[in-house]
């Protein structure tokens, strides 16, 4: 079963800049999504930015023209380039992998949608102050 670890995270101050990473213990073969998903204190965990297997990228409305979301496939590795960041960004970061969404990733930074995916990284925090 692949595993997924996530790094990048730290603090920062409003407007600055960040980039995560989630490394996947082996090569995600076939169909699949993946992406960043986070959770703010006492809120429910939400999508961030996802990318299908066919090269696909969305992103939630509160993160567009600021965020990136990108993979090496060569090392196995996606990233979350994150800029112009806001204190409301300020969460615990997590990286996802499902086979059984590909083709509808999109779904899953739609708003309370249930993300009860496949597999998921430890999380990684990042705090944005003024």
């Known amino acids: 079963r692949v595993q997924l670890v996530e790094s990048g995270g730290g603090s920062v101050q409003v407007g600055g800049s960040l980039r995560l990473s989630c490394a996947a213990s082996?090569?995600?073969?076939?169909?699949?999504?993946m992406g960043w998903f986070r959770q703010a204190p006492g809120k429910e965990r939400e999508g961030v930015a996802v990318y299908d297997s066919d090269g696909t990228t969305t992103y939630t409305n509160a993160v567009k023209g600021r965020f990136t979301i990108s993979r090496d496939g060569a090392e196995n590795i996606l990233y979350l380039q994150m800029n112009s960041l806001k204190p409301e960004d300020t969460a615990m970061y997590y990286c996802?992998?499902?086979?059984?969404?590909?083709?509808?990733?999109?779904?899953?930074?739609?708003?309370?949608?249930?993300?009860?995916?496949?597999?998921w990284g430890q999380g990684t925090l990042v705090t944005v102050s003024t």
């Open positions: 082996e090569n995600t073969d076939g169909n699949y999504c």
């Open positions: 996802a992998l499902d086979r059984a969404s590909a083709g509808l990733c999109h779904w899953l930074v739609a708003p309370q949608v249930v993300l009860d995916l496949e597999v």
